[in-house]
Nanobody, 124 residues
Framework: QVQLVESGGGLVQAGGSLRLSCAAS????????MGWFRQAPGKEREFVAA?????????YYADSVKGRFTISRDDAKSTLYLQMDSLKPEDTAVYYC????????????????WGQGTQVTVSS
């Protein structure tokens, strides 16, 4: 069973930056597909970014964050990151780290392990 713990959320003004971290523990093979999702009040959980192949590191992004967010990981620290720049009020949500995903990296149903979430609030 993979355990995921997110950190790094907070309150930031529009145009600012935050870096989210997700510390992972458990079998390495189960982290092959990892992703970030977010959920705003009253909305469904939506895909933000994914990284596939622990050693290859191919990345994918939602159109709404492409060019502003960067997903990465540090193998030595077993940590997944999400660098968020040029933040907008519409980025406000609870951000979740997910692991043990499948090739359908954009769907929440593809992931078996989830963190507890970290709140990101962007003020205008």
């Amino acid at each position: 069973q993979v355990q995921l713990v997110e950190s790094g959320g907070g309150l930031v003004q529009a145009g600012g930056s935050l870096r989210l971290s997700c510390a992972a523990s458990g079998p390495t093979f189960s982290r092959r597909v990892m992703g970030w999702f977010r959920q705003a009040p009253g909305k469904e959980r939506e895909f933000v970014a994914a990284i596939i192949d622990w050693n290859g590191g191919r990345t994918y992004y939602a159109d709404s964050v492409k060019g502003r967010f960067t997903i990465s990981r540090d193998d030595a620290k077993s940590t997944l990151y999400l660098q968020m720049d040029s933040l907008k009020p519409e980025d406000t949500a609870v951000y979740y780290c997910a692991s043990e995903g499948t090739a359908s990296y954009y769907s929440p149903r593809s992931y078996d392990s989830w963190g507890q979430g970290t709140q990101v609030t962007v003020s205008s």
